[in-house]
């Protein structure tokens, strides 16, 4: 299949494509602003009842400045950050800061050796259980939180899939990271170019490559409602962010519910070579969501996964808590 037929050049303009999308969303959620005032907003796994700023926690530790210092490190990976070694030791404190633990979790598996970090994705909640497993939000909440978690996640995926590990694992379970035609093969290569130059994907391409999939759910189309939902959020529109939100929904669904009979888990994402996590990465670093989910409405047949208590991490799973234990020794930034 062609670039021309992927969507790459196509008659009808992005412009005109941003009007279809604006008509479908206001007739998707004009029943729910209808009737706004008769019906409660639905909050999107609690994310209100969290404090997600780690602000409330009597743990001595100051969160607001280690989100600080995580942001600064993904602005510059290869710079000098003097904070390094003192994040990483933060590694267990006992707190109820589920996020920011999780964060330092991801940012240790970066420090490590190959080994090490292998035998961590296998043997700890990092790598073994779903994302929304270890942190109970939607990918919309979580951007929101300000925490960067998909930026780790991309950092960290770059680093596995070049070890022999992600290969065999990739190969073994396809689960839905096939590239199953010529469509997924070049949209792929359209995300990748557009990622490399900081350019968002234009609707026309993302809704053909949508509609043209045979795929029933694939990490291809998450990739592609996640695009969607990005391209949305630039217009800074109310009903356009409604929009965005549903999509990056879809986009979650597809990721974290795709294979038959079992759970996607972190390890299975993070060998894939769609670029989804870039994706998220973007919106999160641009901050481009503005409004938690309880300001607006769930999507149609949207299922959450149940809010655990903030503290559940402590005690799972029983293979591993946290990178650090698999090696009984704190990783050092000299590792890698």
């Known amino acids: 299949m062609s670039k021309r037929q992927c969507g790459t050049r196509l008659p009808v303009s992005d412009a005109s494509w941003t ?3 604006f008509l479908l969303a206001v007739f998707i959620s004009g ?4 009737n706004q005032s008769k019906k409660p907003v639905v909050a999107e796994k609690h994310a209100s009842e969290l404090d997600l700023d780690c602000e409330s926690y009597e743990d001595g ?5 280690v989100r600080r210092q995580l942001n600064g490190f993904l602005k510059e990976p290869s710079a000098e950050h003097p904070s390094v070694s003192s994040l990483l030791a933060l590694g267990r404190v006992q707190t109820d800061c589920y996020i920011g633990l999780c964060c330092l979790g991801y940012m240790a598996l970066l420090f490590m050796s ?5 035998a961590a994705l296998v043997n700890t909640l990092f790598g073994s259980v779903p994302l929304w497993d270890q942190i109970p939000l939607s990918y919309w909440d979580t951007i929101h939180s300000r925490w960067p978690i998909f930026g780790l996640l991309e950092m960290l995926g770059l ?6 590990m992600a290969s065999s694992h990739r190969h073994a379970d396809g689960c839905c990271d096939r590239l199953d035609s010529d469509l997924d093969h070049v949209f792929r290569q359209i995300l990748d170019n557009h990622l490399s130059t900081g350019a968002s994907l234009p609707i026309a391409t993302t809704t053909r490559y949508l509609a043209e999939s045979s795929s029933r759910c694939s990490f291809g189309k998450a990739s592609a409602y996640l695009a969607l939902a990005e391209r949305l959020l630039l217009a800074d529109s109310s009903i356009l962010t409604q929009a965005a939100k549903d999509f990056m929904a879809m ?4 990721l974290d519910r795709c294979a038959v009979g079992r759970n996607v888990t972190v390890f299975d994402q993070m060998t894939s070579e769609w670029p989804f996590w870039s994706i998220l990465r973007r919106v999160e670093a641009e901050e481009h969501v503005q409004l938690p989910s309880e300001k607006l409405r769930t999507p149609p047949q949207y299922v959450s996964p149940v809010l655990e208590p903030p503290g559940h991490l402590a005690g799972r799973p029983t293979r591993g808590r946290w990178p650090q234990d698999v ?3 704190r ?6």
């Open 327 to 329: 090696s009984g020794s």
């Open 61 to 65: 530790v100051d969160w607001s400045e």
């Open 19 to 21: 009007l279809l999308i």
């Open 159 to 164: 680093q596995v899939r070049k070890e022999p």
């Open 114 to 118: 190959p080994e090490k970090r292998s």
């Open 251 to 254: 986009g979650e669904a597809q």
């Open 31 to 34: 029943g729910v602003q209808a």
């Open 331 to 336: 990783p050092s930034a000299a590792e890698g």
